[in-house]
Protein backbone atom coordinates (compact mmCIF):
# COMPACT_ATOMS: atom_id res chain seq x y z
CA UNK A 1 0.00 0.00 0.00
CA UNK A 2 2.03 2.66 -1.56
CA UNK A 3 0.28 6.02 -0.67
CA UNK A 4 -0.63 4.58 2.67
CA UNK A 5 3.58 4.36 3.52
CA UNK A 6 4.30 7.88 1.81
CA UNK A 7 1.78 9.94 3.90
CA UNK A 8 3.26 8.30 6.91
CA UNK A 9 6.49 9.33 5.75
CA UNK A 10 5.97 12.81 5.28
CA UNK A 11 3.73 13.24 8.46
CA UNK A 12 6.62 12.33 10.52
CA UNK A 13 8.81 14.81 8.42
CA UNK A 14 6.86 18.05 7.48
CA UNK A 15 4.67 21.17 8.79
CA UNK A 16 2.27 17.79 9.45
CA UNK A 17 4.14 16.16 11.97
CA UNK A 18 7.00 18.64 12.94
CA UNK A 19 6.83 19.35 16.62
CA UNK A 20 7.64 16.07 17.83
CA UNK A 21 9.28 16.75 21.43
CA UNK A 22 13.06 15.13 21.33
CA UNK A 23 12.83 14.39 17.89
CA UNK A 24 12.25 17.22 15.69
CA UNK A 25 12.81 20.70 16.85
CA UNK A 26 10.23 23.41 16.29
CA UNK A 27 11.23 24.81 12.58
CA UNK A 28 10.63 28.66 11.54
CA UNK A 29 7.71 27.78 9.90
CA UNK A 30 6.30 25.27 12.69
CA UNK A 31 6.80 28.50 14.96
CA UNK A 32 5.35 30.85 12.23
CA UNK A 33 1.87 28.91 11.92
CA UNK A 34 2.09 27.85 15.88
CA UNK A 35 2.36 31.48 16.32
CA UNK A 36 -0.55 32.08 14.31
CA UNK A 37 -2.42 29.10 16.24
CA UNK A 38 -2.07 30.62 19.63
CA UNK A 39 -2.80 34.51 18.78
CA UNK A 40 -5.94 33.55 17.14
CA UNK A 41 -5.60 29.96 15.42
CA UNK A 42 -7.31 28.07 18.03
CA UNK A 43 -9.98 30.56 18.47
CA UNK A 44 -10.32 31.02 14.77
CA UNK A 45 -10.65 27.88 13.67
CA UNK A 46 -13.34 27.01 16.55
CA UNK A 47 -14.88 30.28 15.54
CA UNK A 48 -14.84 29.25 12.11
CA UNK A 49 -16.76 26.05 12.51
CA UNK A 50 -19.16 27.99 14.79
CA UNK A 51 -17.67 26.04 17.89
CA UNK A 52 -15.70 27.64 21.07
CA UNK A 53 -13.59 25.38 22.87
CA UNK A 54 -16.39 25.28 26.07
CA UNK A 55 -18.12 23.26 23.74
CA UNK A 56 -20.04 19.99 25.06
CA UNK A 57 -16.54 17.66 24.97
CA UNK A 58 -15.07 20.78 26.50
CA UNK A 59 -13.63 21.30 30.19
CA UNK A 60 -14.46 25.17 29.98
CA UNK A 61 -11.03 26.67 30.53
CA UNK A 62 -9.98 29.50 29.68
CA UNK A 63 -5.89 30.85 28.89
CA UNK A 64 -4.75 32.98 31.98
CA UNK A 65 -4.35 36.25 30.92
CA UNK A 66 -0.66 37.17 30.91
CA UNK A 67 0.43 33.91 30.58
CA UNK A 68 3.69 32.70 28.53
CA UNK A 69 2.21 30.45 26.21
CA UNK A 70 4.08 27.24 25.68
CA UNK A 71 3.52 27.45 22.27
CA UNK A 72 6.04 30.60 22.50
CA UNK A 73 8.43 28.53 24.55
CA UNK A 74 8.46 26.09 21.35
CA UNK A 75 9.95 28.97 18.92
CA UNK A 76 12.77 30.17 20.99
CA UNK A 77 16.00 30.50 19.88
CA UNK A 78 17.73 27.99 20.96
CA UNK A 79 21.13 27.68 20.40
CA UNK A 80 23.14 30.07 22.89
CA UNK A 81 21.49 29.52 26.09
CA UNK A 82 22.01 27.70 29.01
CA UNK A 83 24.78 26.66 31.41
CA UNK A 84 28.14 24.33 30.87
CA UNK A 85 26.74 20.86 30.58
CA UNK A 86 27.15 18.25 33.55
CA UNK A 87 28.43 15.74 30.31
CA UNK A 88 29.46 16.42 26.73
CA UNK A 89 27.25 16.11 23.98
CA UNK A 90 23.74 16.62 23.37
CA UNK A 91 21.82 13.27 23.67
CA UNK A 92 19.45 13.84 21.09
CA UNK A 93 21.99 16.14 19.20
CA UNK A 94 19.41 18.59 19.32
CA UNK A 95 20.84 20.62 22.03
CA UNK A 96 19.81 21.45 25.84
CA UNK A 97 16.17 22.36 25.65
CA UNK A 98 15.34 19.28 23.32
CA UNK A 99 17.47 16.74 25.85
CA UNK A 100 15.39 17.86 28.87
CA UNK A 101 12.01 17.30 26.94
CA UNK A 102 13.26 14.21 25.92
CA UNK A 103 14.64 12.87 29.46
CA UNK A 104 11.56 14.12 31.06
CA UNK A 105 9.45 12.17 28.53
CA UNK A 106 10.96 8.79 29.26
CA UNK A 107 10.94 9.29 32.93
CA UNK A 108 7.11 10.77 32.92
CA UNK A 109 6.08 8.27 30.60
CA UNK A 110 8.44 5.03 32.45
CA UNK A 111 8.06 6.14 35.90
CA UNK A 112 5.34 8.68 36.92
CA UNK A 113 5.06 12.20 36.66
CA UNK A 114 4.57 12.62 40.31
CA UNK A 115 7.64 10.55 40.87
CA UNK A 116 9.98 12.05 38.53
CA UNK A 117 12.00 15.25 39.92
CA UNK A 118 13.62 17.66 38.10
CA UNK A 119 16.90 16.60 39.20
CA UNK A 120 16.38 13.32 37.90
CA UNK A 121 15.53 15.36 34.19
CA UNK A 122 18.62 17.08 34.15
CA UNK A 123 20.74 13.93 34.91
CA UNK A 124 19.18 12.34 32.03
CA UNK A 125 19.74 15.12 29.52
CA UNK A 126 22.86 15.06 31.12
CA UNK A 127 22.76 18.80 32.35
CA UNK A 128 23.11 20.62 35.54
CA UNK A 129 19.48 21.13 37.52
CA UNK A 130 20.12 24.26 37.22
CA UNK A 131 19.62 24.35 33.57
CA UNK A 132 16.15 22.72 33.55
CA UNK A 133 15.08 25.47 35.41
CA UNK A 134 17.06 28.40 33.13
CA UNK A 135 14.76 26.46 29.81
CA UNK A 136 11.56 25.70 31.89
CA UNK A 137 9.89 27.58 35.08
CA UNK A 138 8.33 24.57 36.22
CA UNK A 139 8.10 20.46 36.00
CA UNK A 140 4.68 21.55 34.95
CA UNK A 141 5.82 23.58 32.09
CA UNK A 142 7.48 20.89 30.73
CA UNK A 143 4.71 18.56 30.73
CA UNK A 144 3.02 21.22 29.13
CA UNK A 145 5.30 21.28 26.30
CA UNK A 146 5.06 17.46 25.90
CA UNK A 147 1.07 17.03 25.91
CA UNK A 148 0.82 20.03 23.14
CA UNK A 149 3.22 18.18 21.33
CA UNK A 150 0.80 15.32 21.15
CA UNK A 151 -1.88 17.31 19.87
CA UNK A 152 -0.52 20.50 18.06
CA UNK A 153 0.80 18.31 14.47
CA UNK A 154 -2.74 16.89 14.45
CA UNK A 155 -4.42 20.26 14.97
CA UNK A 156 -2.48 21.89 12.36
CA UNK A 157 -3.45 18.57 10.22
CA UNK A 158 -7.25 19.19 11.27
CA UNK A 159 -7.36 22.62 10.62
CA UNK A 160 -6.40 22.23 7.09
CA UNK A 161 -8.25 19.57 6.37
CA UNK A 162 -11.56 20.90 7.53
CA UNK A 163 -10.41 24.28 4.85
CA UNK A 164 -10.75 21.61 1.61
CA UNK A 165 -13.66 21.04 -0.36
CA UNK A 166 -13.32 17.83 -0.05
CA UNK A 167 -16.25 14.68 0.11
CA UNK A 168 -16.58 14.89 4.33
CA UNK A 169 -15.70 11.11 4.40
CA UNK A 170 -12.13 11.64 2.79
CA UNK A 171 -11.42 13.94 5.10
CA UNK A 172 -12.95 12.07 7.75
CA UNK A 173 -10.24 9.23 6.90
CA UNK A 174 -7.27 11.32 6.24
CA UNK A 175 -7.59 12.63 10.01
CA UNK A 176 -8.38 9.82 11.58
CA UNK A 177 -5.54 7.93 9.36
CA UNK A 178 -2.70 11.26 9.87
CA UNK A 179 -3.74 11.63 14.00
CA UNK A 180 -3.40 7.83 14.52
CA UNK A 181 -0.04 7.76 12.48
CA UNK A 182 1.38 10.36 14.49
CA UNK A 183 0.50 8.86 17.75
CA UNK A 184 1.81 5.46 16.42
CA UNK A 185 4.95 7.15 15.54
CA UNK A 186 5.50 8.96 18.46
CA UNK A 187 9.01 7.41 20.11
CA UNK A 188 8.13 7.85 23.39
CA UNK A 189 4.15 7.32 23.31
CA UNK A 190 3.24 10.57 25.31
CA UNK A 191 -0.15 10.18 25.02
CA UNK A 192 -0.49 8.18 28.08
CA UNK A 193 0.25 11.82 30.02
CA UNK A 194 -3.19 12.63 28.98
CA UNK A 195 -3.99 10.51 32.09
CA UNK A 196 -1.75 12.50 34.49
CA UNK A 197 -3.93 14.18 37.01
CA UNK A 198 -1.78 17.08 37.07
CA UNK A 199 -3.17 18.09 33.63
CA UNK A 200 -6.43 18.99 35.76
CA UNK A 201 -4.47 22.19 36.72
CA UNK A 202 -5.43 25.88 34.87
CA UNK A 203 -2.03 26.33 33.77
CA UNK A 204 -2.87 23.53 31.55
CA UNK A 205 -5.67 25.03 29.48
CA UNK A 206 -3.65 25.70 26.17
CA UNK A 207 -3.55 21.63 25.88
CA UNK A 208 -6.66 21.08 26.88
CA UNK A 209 -7.89 23.90 24.26
CA UNK A 210 -5.99 22.76 21.45
CA UNK A 211 -7.22 18.78 22.13
CA UNK A 212 -10.82 20.27 22.46
CA UNK A 213 -10.45 22.09 19.31
CA UNK A 214 -9.06 18.49 17.63
CA UNK A 215 -12.42 16.54 18.79
CA UNK A 216 -14.28 19.10 17.10
CA UNK A 217 -12.88 18.88 13.70
CA UNK A 218 -13.72 15.08 14.25
CA UNK A 219 -17.51 16.52 15.29
CA UNK A 220 -17.65 18.47 11.92
CA UNK A 221 -16.18 16.03 9.43
CA UNK A 222 -18.13 13.29 10.91
CA UNK A 223 -21.30 15.33 10.30
CA UNK A 224 -20.08 16.33 7.06
CA UNK A 225 -19.64 12.58 6.01
CA UNK A 226 -23.32 11.42 7.26
CA UNK A 227 -24.96 14.19 7.11
CA UNK A 228 -26.70 13.88 10.28
CA UNK A 229 -26.11 15.47 13.81
CA UNK A 230 -23.39 14.20 15.68
CA UNK A 231 -23.74 13.15 19.33
CA UNK A 232 -21.39 13.60 22.04
CA UNK A 233 -21.40 10.00 22.57
CA UNK A 234 -20.53 9.39 18.49
CA UNK A 235 -17.46 12.00 18.76
CA UNK A 236 -16.17 10.16 22.00
CA UNK A 237 -16.16 6.98 20.37
CA UNK A 238 -14.37 8.27 17.14
CA UNK A 239 -11.67 9.81 19.01
CA UNK A 240 -11.42 7.10 21.60
CA UNK A 241 -10.87 4.69 18.33
CA UNK A 242 -7.68 7.19 17.26
CA UNK A 243 -6.77 7.37 20.93
CA UNK A 244 -6.69 3.90 21.39
CA UNK A 245 -3.53 3.44 19.59
CA UNK A 246 -2.26 5.14 22.66
CA UNK A 247 -3.55 2.49 25.26
CA UNK A 248 -2.82 -0.42 22.66
CA UNK A 249 0.91 0.60 22.05
CA UNK A 250 0.66 0.83 26.52
CA UNK A 251 -0.60 -2.38 26.77
CA UNK A 252 1.32 -4.45 24.91
CA UNK A 253 4.67 -2.49 24.70
CA UNK A 254 5.95 -4.70 21.50
CA UNK A 255 5.47 -2.56 18.25
CA UNK A 256 2.13 -2.67 16.86
CA UNK A 257 1.43 -3.66 13.68
CA UNK A 258 2.36 -1.08 11.24
CA UNK A 259 -0.80 -1.14 9.23
CA UNK A 260 -2.72 0.24 12.43
CA UNK A 261 -3.46 3.69 11.44
CA UNK A 262 -4.74 2.88 8.18
CA UNK A 263 -7.10 0.29 10.01
CA UNK A 264 -8.36 2.73 12.57
CA UNK A 265 -8.94 4.93 9.47
CA UNK A 266 -11.17 2.29 7.56
CA UNK A 267 -12.51 1.92 10.82
CA UNK A 268 -13.56 5.49 11.70
CA UNK A 269 -15.73 5.32 8.49
CA UNK A 270 -17.25 2.07 9.15
CA UNK A 271 -18.27 3.81 12.84
CA UNK A 272 -19.49 6.19 10.63
CA UNK A 273 -21.80 3.44 8.72
CA UNK A 274 -21.18 4.68 5.16
CA UNK A 275 -19.89 0.98 4.15
CA UNK A 276 -20.41 1.94 0.40
CA UNK A 277 -18.11 5.65 0.85
CA UNK A 278 -15.70 3.10 2.08
CA UNK A 279 -13.26 2.72 -1.02
CA UNK A 280 -9.52 2.06 -2.22
CA UNK A 281 -10.74 5.72 -3.91
CA UNK A 282 -11.28 7.31 -0.96
CA UNK A 283 -7.84 5.72 0.59
CA UNK A 284 -6.40 7.04 -2.30
CA UNK A 285 -7.94 10.62 -1.98
CA UNK A 286 -7.47 11.11 1.29
CA UNK A 287 -3.35 9.91 1.70
CA UNK A 288 -3.11 12.25 -1.69
CA UNK A 289 -4.58 14.97 0.13
CA UNK A 290 -2.64 14.61 3.25
CA UNK A 291 0.44 14.55 1.04
CA UNK A 292 -0.42 17.68 -0.56
CA UNK A 293 -0.38 19.15 3.03
CA UNK A 294 3.15 19.14 3.10
CA UNK A 295 4.28 20.55 0.20
CA UNK A 296 6.13 23.80 1.27
CA UNK A 297 5.20 27.18 -0.24
CA UNK A 298 3.29 30.45 1.04
CA UNK A 299 -0.03 28.24 -0.38
CA UNK A 300 0.25 25.53 2.20
CA UNK A 301 -0.32 28.07 5.19
CA UNK A 302 -3.66 26.72 5.67
CA UNK B 1 -35.36 2.05 26.30
CA UNK B 2 -36.24 -0.48 29.79
CA UNK B 3 -34.61 -3.79 29.32
CA UNK B 4 -30.94 -1.54 28.62
CA UNK B 5 -31.85 -0.18 32.15
CA UNK B 6 -32.94 -3.16 33.94
CA UNK B 7 -29.45 -4.71 32.88
CA UNK B 8 -27.44 -1.73 34.19
CA UNK B 9 -29.05 -1.90 37.24
CA UNK B 10 -29.03 -5.44 37.72
CA UNK B 11 -25.18 -5.35 36.96
CA UNK B 12 -24.68 -2.61 39.55
CA UNK B 13 -25.88 -4.80 42.51
CA UNK B 14 -25.55 -8.42 41.68
CA UNK B 15 -22.76 -10.50 41.20
CA UNK B 16 -21.72 -9.29 37.72
CA UNK B 17 -20.96 -5.96 39.63
CA UNK B 18 -20.32 -6.66 42.92
CA UNK B 19 -17.01 -6.35 43.32
CA UNK B 20 -16.95 -2.46 43.11
CA UNK B 21 -14.13 -1.18 45.20
CA UNK B 22 -15.37 1.13 47.99
CA UNK B 23 -18.71 0.59 46.76
CA UNK B 24 -19.67 -3.05 47.55
CA UNK B 25 -17.91 -5.46 49.50
CA UNK B 26 -17.02 -8.72 48.29
CA UNK B 27 -19.60 -11.14 50.00
CA UNK B 28 -19.13 -15.01 50.05
CA UNK B 29 -20.38 -15.77 46.78
CA UNK B 30 -18.18 -13.33 45.42
CA UNK B 31 -14.80 -14.81 47.26
CA UNK B 32 -16.43 -18.16 45.98
CA UNK B 33 -16.59 -17.16 42.72
CA UNK B 34 -12.93 -15.05 42.75
CA UNK B 35 -11.02 -18.25 44.08
CA UNK B 36 -12.48 -20.50 41.46
CA UNK B 37 -11.21 -18.59 39.28
CA UNK B 38 -8.04 -17.65 41.06
CA UNK B 39 -7.44 -21.41 41.55
CA UNK B 40 -8.23 -22.09 37.68
CA UNK B 41 -10.46 -20.11 36.75
CA UNK B 42 -8.28 -17.46 34.23
CA UNK B 43 -6.10 -20.41 33.13
CA UNK B 44 -9.26 -22.53 33.07
CA UNK B 45 -11.03 -20.32 30.96
CA UNK B 46 -8.10 -19.36 28.74
CA UNK B 47 -7.29 -22.76 28.32
CA UNK B 48 -11.17 -23.61 27.23
CA UNK B 49 -10.54 -21.20 24.75
CA UNK B 50 -7.54 -23.01 23.51
CA UNK B 51 -5.83 -19.68 24.70
CA UNK B 52 -2.90 -18.03 26.95
CA UNK B 53 -2.47 -15.06 28.95
CA UNK B 54 0.52 -15.15 27.02
CA UNK B 55 -1.29 -14.77 23.85
CA UNK B 56 -0.67 -12.04 21.42
CA UNK B 57 -2.22 -9.19 23.04
CA UNK B 58 -0.60 -10.73 26.60
CA UNK B 59 2.19 -8.70 28.33
CA UNK B 60 3.64 -12.57 29.15
CA UNK B 61 3.89 -11.77 32.67
CA UNK B 62 3.45 -14.38 35.45
CA UNK B 63 2.21 -14.87 38.48
CA UNK B 64 4.78 -14.68 41.19
CA UNK B 65 5.08 -18.22 42.96
CA UNK B 66 4.13 -18.15 46.57
CA UNK B 67 2.69 -14.40 46.01
CA UNK B 68 -0.58 -13.94 48.04
CA UNK B 69 -3.46 -13.47 45.97
CA UNK B 70 -4.77 -10.07 45.67
CA UNK B 71 -8.21 -12.06 44.86
CA UNK B 72 -7.44 -13.88 48.04
CA UNK B 73 -7.38 -10.78 50.03
CA UNK B 74 -10.46 -9.48 48.61
CA UNK B 75 -12.23 -12.42 50.44
CA UNK B 76 -10.40 -12.01 54.10
CA UNK B 77 -13.15 -11.18 57.10
CA UNK B 78 -12.80 -7.47 57.40
CA UNK B 79 -14.85 -7.22 60.61
CA UNK B 80 -12.60 -7.57 63.51
CA UNK B 81 -8.98 -6.59 62.83
CA UNK B 82 -7.08 -3.13 62.94
CA UNK B 83 -5.93 -1.09 65.11
CA UNK B 84 -8.38 1.96 66.50
CA UNK B 85 -9.58 4.61 64.12
CA UNK B 86 -8.24 7.86 64.19
CA UNK B 87 -11.65 9.35 63.61
CA UNK B 88 -14.88 7.83 64.65
CA UNK B 89 -17.14 6.09 61.95
CA UNK B 90 -16.29 4.86 58.85
CA UNK B 91 -16.18 7.18 56.17
CA UNK B 92 -17.58 4.19 53.75
CA UNK B 93 -19.99 2.53 56.25
CA UNK B 94 -18.07 -0.72 55.25
CA UNK B 95 -15.38 -1.40 57.47
CA UNK B 96 -11.46 -0.06 57.37
CA UNK B 97 -10.31 -2.58 54.48
CA UNK B 98 -12.84 -0.67 52.34
CA UNK B 99 -12.33 2.81 53.46
CA UNK B 100 -8.56 2.25 52.40
CA UNK B 101 -9.43 1.16 49.15
CA UNK B 102 -11.97 4.01 48.80
CA UNK B 103 -9.30 6.74 50.26
CA UNK B 104 -6.35 5.57 48.29
CA UNK B 105 -8.67 5.71 44.91
CA UNK B 106 -9.73 8.96 45.19
CA UNK B 107 -5.94 10.31 45.87
CA UNK B 108 -4.29 7.86 42.55
CA UNK B 109 -6.82 9.16 40.43
CA UNK B 110 -7.18 13.45 41.51
CA UNK B 111 -3.41 13.46 42.88
CA UNK B 112 -1.47 10.30 41.24
CA UNK B 113 -0.09 7.35 42.51
CA UNK B 114 3.47 8.69 42.95
CA UNK B 115 2.37 11.91 44.43
CA UNK B 116 0.18 9.61 47.08
CA UNK B 117 1.54 8.65 50.41
CA UNK B 118 0.22 5.86 52.62
CA UNK B 119 0.29 8.87 54.93
CA UNK B 120 -2.70 10.77 53.15
CA UNK B 121 -4.06 7.15 52.49
CA UNK B 122 -4.65 6.47 55.78
CA UNK B 123 -5.93 10.68 56.90
CA UNK B 124 -8.60 9.91 54.12
CA UNK B 125 -9.89 7.04 55.48
CA UNK B 126 -9.62 8.00 59.32
CA UNK B 127 -7.11 5.84 60.15
CA UNK B 128 -3.60 5.44 61.79
CA UNK B 129 -0.91 4.95 59.33
CA UNK B 130 -0.27 1.68 61.07
CA UNK B 131 -3.62 0.60 60.12
CA UNK B 132 -3.07 0.99 56.42
CA UNK B 133 0.00 -1.46 56.46
CA UNK B 134 -2.35 -4.15 58.75
CA UNK B 135 -4.44 -4.60 56.00
CA UNK B 136 -2.38 -4.01 52.79
CA UNK B 137 1.38 -4.57 52.48
CA UNK B 138 2.50 -1.76 50.72
CA UNK B 139 0.71 1.13 48.39
CA UNK B 140 1.06 -1.19 45.61
CA UNK B 141 -1.11 -4.12 46.67
CA UNK B 142 -4.00 -1.11 47.02
CA UNK B 143 -3.31 -0.47 43.77
CA UNK B 144 -3.62 -3.83 42.49
CA UNK B 145 -6.59 -4.42 44.28
CA UNK B 146 -8.36 -1.52 42.82
CA UNK B 147 -7.30 -2.09 39.15
CA UNK B 148 -8.53 -6.21 40.00
CA UNK B 149 -11.86 -4.00 41.07
CA UNK B 150 -11.90 -2.81 37.52
CA UNK B 151 -11.73 -6.10 35.32
CA UNK B 152 -13.23 -8.73 37.74
CA UNK B 153 -16.28 -8.15 37.21
CA UNK B 154 -15.99 -8.12 33.09
CA UNK B 155 -14.26 -11.13 33.52
CA UNK B 156 -16.69 -12.94 35.19
CA UNK B 157 -19.58 -11.86 33.03
CA UNK B 158 -17.55 -12.76 30.08
CA UNK B 159 -16.54 -16.52 31.54
CA UNK B 160 -20.39 -17.22 32.00
CA UNK B 161 -21.27 -15.18 28.37
CA UNK B 162 -18.44 -17.36 26.72
CA UNK B 163 -20.38 -20.41 28.12
CA UNK B 164 -23.50 -19.30 26.45
CA UNK B 165 -24.60 -21.39 23.53
CA UNK B 166 -26.57 -17.97 22.60
CA UNK B 167 -25.62 -16.18 19.02
CA UNK B 168 -22.04 -14.75 19.08
CA UNK B 169 -23.21 -11.46 18.18
CA UNK B 170 -25.81 -11.31 20.99
CA UNK B 171 -23.22 -12.34 23.23
CA UNK B 172 -20.65 -9.63 22.29
CA UNK B 173 -23.42 -6.96 22.23
CA UNK B 174 -23.80 -8.36 25.40
CA UNK B 175 -20.29 -8.33 26.83
CA UNK B 176 -19.35 -4.53 25.21
CA UNK B 177 -22.79 -3.17 26.87
CA UNK B 178 -21.85 -4.99 30.13
CA UNK B 179 -18.22 -3.78 30.77
CA UNK B 180 -18.49 -0.62 29.41
CA UNK B 181 -21.68 -0.23 31.98
CA UNK B 182 -19.04 -1.35 34.97
CA UNK B 183 -17.07 1.23 33.58
CA UNK B 184 -19.85 3.90 33.67
CA UNK B 185 -20.85 3.15 36.68
CA UNK B 186 -17.47 3.22 38.78
CA UNK B 187 -17.66 5.75 41.25
CA UNK B 188 -14.31 6.94 41.17
CA UNK B 189 -13.16 5.84 37.37
CA UNK B 190 -10.66 3.90 38.05
CA UNK B 191 -9.98 2.61 34.69
CA UNK B 192 -7.63 5.58 34.69
CA UNK B 193 -4.99 3.87 36.65
CA UNK B 194 -4.57 1.34 33.57
CA UNK B 195 -1.58 4.33 32.42
CA UNK B 196 0.11 4.41 35.88
CA UNK B 197 3.37 3.07 35.26
CA UNK B 198 4.18 1.19 38.13
CA UNK B 199 1.58 -1.61 36.91
CA UNK B 200 4.41 -2.64 34.65
CA UNK B 201 5.94 -4.35 37.46
CA UNK B 202 5.65 -8.36 38.02
CA UNK B 203 3.95 -7.53 41.39
CA UNK B 204 0.96 -6.94 39.17
CA UNK B 205 0.67 -9.60 37.05
CA UNK B 206 -2.57 -11.07 38.05
CA UNK B 207 -4.41 -7.68 37.01
CA UNK B 208 -2.93 -8.28 33.46
CA UNK B 209 -3.54 -11.77 33.10
CA UNK B 210 -7.14 -11.48 34.05
CA UNK B 211 -6.90 -8.25 31.48
CA UNK B 212 -5.69 -10.13 28.97
CA UNK B 213 -8.37 -12.82 29.60
CA UNK B 214 -10.75 -10.90 29.16
CA UNK B 215 -9.82 -9.49 25.93
CA UNK B 216 -9.52 -12.42 24.39
CA UNK B 217 -12.69 -12.78 25.40
CA UNK B 218 -13.58 -9.99 23.21
CA UNK B 219 -11.49 -11.95 20.72
CA UNK B 220 -13.32 -14.83 20.89
CA UNK B 221 -16.75 -13.43 20.49
CA UNK B 222 -15.92 -11.10 17.79
CA UNK B 223 -14.90 -14.45 15.88
CA UNK B 224 -18.47 -16.10 16.85
CA UNK B 225 -20.11 -12.75 15.12
CA UNK B 226 -17.98 -12.87 11.94
CA UNK B 227 -17.52 -15.92 11.16
CA UNK B 228 -13.38 -14.74 10.19
CA UNK B 229 -10.21 -14.90 12.26
CA UNK B 230 -10.21 -11.31 14.23
CA UNK B 231 -6.37 -9.37 14.28
CA UNK B 232 -4.99 -7.99 17.31
CA UNK B 233 -5.77 -4.89 15.51
CA UNK B 234 -9.27 -5.58 15.41
CA UNK B 235 -9.60 -6.67 19.15
CA UNK B 236 -7.73 -3.75 20.28
CA UNK B 237 -9.84 -1.47 18.26
CA UNK B 238 -12.94 -3.52 20.03
CA UNK B 239 -11.40 -2.87 23.77
CA UNK B 240 -10.76 0.84 22.96
CA UNK B 241 -13.90 1.53 22.22
CA UNK B 242 -15.02 0.00 25.23
CA UNK B 243 -12.55 1.42 27.11
CA UNK B 244 -12.94 4.87 26.02
CA UNK B 245 -15.99 5.28 28.76
CA UNK B 246 -12.79 6.06 30.98
CA UNK B 247 -11.01 8.30 28.77
CA UNK B 248 -14.44 9.78 27.48
CA UNK B 249 -15.17 10.36 31.38
CA UNK B 250 -11.71 11.61 32.26
CA UNK B 251 -11.83 14.21 29.41
CA UNK B 252 -15.47 15.36 30.30
CA UNK B 253 -15.59 15.46 33.91
CA UNK B 254 -19.05 16.04 33.67
CA UNK B 255 -21.83 12.74 34.14
CA UNK B 256 -21.57 11.02 30.38
CA UNK B 257 -24.65 10.11 28.84
CA UNK B 258 -26.53 7.66 30.19
CA UNK B 259 -27.45 5.74 26.91
CA UNK B 260 -23.22 5.42 26.23
CA UNK B 261 -22.75 2.15 27.01
CA UNK B 262 -25.62 1.02 24.60
CA UNK B 263 -24.01 3.05 22.25
CA UNK B 264 -20.97 1.56 22.80
CA UNK B 265 -22.80 -2.32 22.38
CA UNK B 266 -24.36 -0.66 19.24
CA UNK B 267 -20.61 0.35 17.82
CA UNK B 268 -18.81 -2.96 18.91
CA UNK B 269 -21.27 -4.70 16.10
CA UNK B 270 -21.23 -1.68 13.55
CA UNK B 271 -17.19 -2.18 14.07
CA UNK B 272 -17.88 -5.67 13.50
CA UNK B 273 -19.78 -5.31 9.94
CA UNK B 274 -22.73 -7.17 10.65
CA UNK B 275 -25.01 -4.13 10.33
CA UNK B 276 -27.90 -6.41 9.51
CA UNK B 277 -27.54 -8.44 13.21
CA UNK B 278 -27.64 -4.73 15.04
CA UNK B 279 -31.20 -5.06 15.91
CA UNK B 280 -33.51 -4.36 18.83
CA UNK B 281 -34.24 -8.27 19.42
CA UNK B 282 -30.18 -8.90 19.46
CA UNK B 283 -30.04 -6.03 22.35
CA UNK B 284 -33.75 -7.34 23.84
CA UNK B 285 -31.30 -10.95 23.68
CA UNK B 286 -28.19 -9.49 25.46
CA UNK B 287 -30.09 -7.73 27.85
CA UNK B 288 -32.00 -10.61 28.98
CA UNK B 289 -29.13 -13.14 29.07
CA UNK B 290 -27.51 -10.81 31.15
CA UNK B 291 -30.15 -10.22 33.44
CA UNK B 292 -30.44 -13.86 34.01
CA UNK B 293 -26.07 -14.09 35.12
CA UNK B 294 -27.72 -12.00 38.05
CA UNK B 295 -30.25 -14.58 38.82
CA UNK B 296 -29.04 -16.28 42.09
CA UNK B 297 -28.42 -20.35 42.38
CA UNK B 298 -26.21 -23.14 42.52
CA UNK B 299 -26.93 -23.12 38.61
CA UNK B 300 -25.47 -19.54 38.24
CA UNK B 301 -22.18 -20.35 39.19
CA UNK B 302 -20.62 -20.18 35.76
Known sequence: MAPVALALASSRRGPGGGVRPGA???GPRDCRRARGRRTGGVQASAGGLGLTSSGPLGRRRRALPGRRSA???????????GRPRRTPGSPTGLGSEQDIL??????????GFGRTSTRAIAEGAGLQQASVYHWFGSKDEILLRLVLGTVLPSHRIA???LASDAPGHVLLWALAYADAGLLHEDPQNLGVLYFE?????DQFSEFHDVRDSLHEAYRVLLERTTGEPATDVDVAMLVGLVENVITYRRRTRSPIPADTPARVADAALTLARVPDLLTDETRARGTEILAALDSPGPGSAG
Not at 104 to 111: Q, R
Not at 197 to 201: E, F, N
Request: proline share 6%; hydrophobic share 40%.
Open 102 to 111: HAAGELFVTK
Open 71 to 81: VDSLCQVTSTR
Open 197 to 201: PALDG
Open 24 to 26: VPA
Open 159 to 161: DQL
